[in-house]
């Protein structure tokens, strides 16, 4: 059976290059039994603005992924495209197909680096195949050319990235060519990466096993400078305080997703409205985070000749 809590708190996200502090207030979280595993909804009520939701959770993930895991000056933004001469009709318009491809292409290129890693969203040309733009830690030696022999499926665009303005605009650039093909993603993968990238580490005080480290972060973040940088609220949902039928005490009762209405007013329901404050921090946790490394070439394996004995002993 599924509850919900509503709760005041507050959460640590340490990235790479920057910390971020979230002030809650009113946040409200579904709560299920224990062994009771979260219902399917499937195409409910509520199915697109999940979806939507989801979406913007995608756009977020790759976000942290570029910042933590990525250097300017050892990184490679990369676009894949499908030769039409190179396949069968109709290949480069299936996904499954295409994904297969692409899966072959990192397993080449994992053959030849060492520590090579990338994120990656596709999106449809206007002849509808099926391309792909890749943000990577290449550095400059590696050229267009070498990349186009191990991606042997069609052209290649390598553009190197050295500044700071350009990493923000082929970040941006990954997440809008993710939402081109929104309508396509129900149900699937919205982006493909490597499995040694680094996320944000999330500290929250409603987590019963940090609470310890959240009263240390808290006291540490204090010690240097923090400001607000923006302030958001919603509603959630309509809630009220009544009585207990049986024992008489006070209890909260809390409707997510609905709109009050005159009904509701006359029940002594009110909205109710979360509250979320934003902070940045001075304070660095890069130590927290693995040294960042580009891909390099692995040392050739040479085949040796077997040489035939000839008139020796054994």
Not at 83 to 89: N, S, Y
Not at 138 to 165: P, Y
Not at 282 to 291: C, E, G, H, V, W
Request: glycine residues 4%; positive net charge; hydrophobic residues 30%.
């Amino acid at each position: 059976m599924k509850t919900y809590e509503k709760l005041d708190g507050i959460q640590f996200r340490l990235s790479r290059n920057r910390t971020k502090i979230i002030d809650c207030q009113n946040m409200v979280i579904p709560v299920y039994d224990k062994g009771i595993p979260k219902p399917d909804c499937g195409r409910g009520k509520y199915y697109d603005y999940n979806y939507k939701k989801r979406m913007k959770m995608r756009s977020s993930k790759i976000s942290e992924i570029c910042y933590n895991s990525f250097k300017i000056g050892i990184m490679k933004f990369i676009t894949l495209t499908f030769d039409p001469k190179l396949f069968e009709k109709d290949f480069a318009c299936n996904i499954e197909k295409t994904h297969s491809e692409f899966k072959l292409f990192i397993k080449r290129i994992n053959d030849h680096y060492d520590n090579f890693r990338y994120i990656a969203t596709f999106s449809r040309q206007q002849n509808k195949y099926w391309h792909y733009h890749m943000l990577c830690n290449f550095d400059s030696t590696v050229t267009q050319q070498a990349i186009r022999t191990l991606w042997k499926n069609g052209s290649v665009c390598a553009d190197n990235i050295t500044d700071t303005e350009s990493f923000k605009r082929v970040k941006n650039y990954l997440i809008k060519n993710m939402y081109e093909c929104e309508n396509e993603l129900h149900g699937a993968k919205g982006y493909l990466y490597s499995k040694n990238l680094d996320r944000d580490i999330t500290i929250s005080s409603w987590n019963p096993l940090q609470e310890a480290e959240c009263d240390n972060l808290a006291d540490l973040i204090m010690s240097g400078k923090s400001y607000l940088t923006h302030s958001t609220s919603k509603t959630i949902g309509i809630e009220r305080t009544k009585a207990d039928d049986i024992t008489g005490e006070a209890i909260e009762e809390l409707m997510p997703n609905q709109q009050i209405t005159p009904e509701y007013e006359k029940l002594g329901f009110a909205e109710c409205i979360s509250k979320y404050d934003y902070y940045s921090s001075d304070i660095s946790f890069a130590d927290q985070f693995k040294p960042l490394v580009q891909a390099t070439p692995k040392n050739k394996k040479f085949k040796h000749k077997k040489f035939k004995n000839s008139g020796g002993t054994s």
